[in-house]
């Protein structure tokens, strides 16, 4: 069992950056886990952000912005998130499988409670 939390969020203006970060707690080891981020805004559906494991990929609308990282001595994985616009605004989840890669909501098992980002114009 994988248990995720994330943290970070915040309301910031366009331009700004923030770094968010998904624990997880108890004994598992989530290194050998492909860890995802994906976001949700008001009135739409899930959608995939980032991955890490194995390979390292994003979504096209925040390539170049968004850089995905994991800290296996820490058990966590952080999204640092820069040059942010207003249509990032969502709620991010940090997602786990435990297999790398994929970036679909129904293949993820492990989901944290998400964080609020808001980015103001």
């Known amino acids: 069992q994988v248990q995720l939390v994330e943290s970070g969020g915040g309301l910031v203006q366009a331009g700004d950056s923030l770094r968010l970060s998904c624990a997880s707690s108890?004994?598992?080891?989530?290194?050998?886990?492909?860890i995802a981020w994906f976001r949700q805004a008001p009135g739409k559906e899930r959608e995939f952000v980032a991955v890490?494991?194995?390979?390292?990929y994003y979504a096209d609308s925040v390539k170049g912005r968004f850089t995905i990282s994991r800290d296996n001595a820490k058990n966590t994985v952080y999204l640092q998130m820069n040059s942010l616009k207003p249509e990032d605004t969502a709620v991010y989840y940090c997602a786990a499988r435990s297999y790398y890669g994929g970036h679909l909501v129904y293949e993820y098992d492990y989901w944290g409670q998400g964080t609020q980002v808001t980015v103001s114009s």
């Open positions: 108890g004994r598992t080891s989530i290194t050998n886990y492909g």
């Open positions: 890490t494991g194995g390979s390292t």
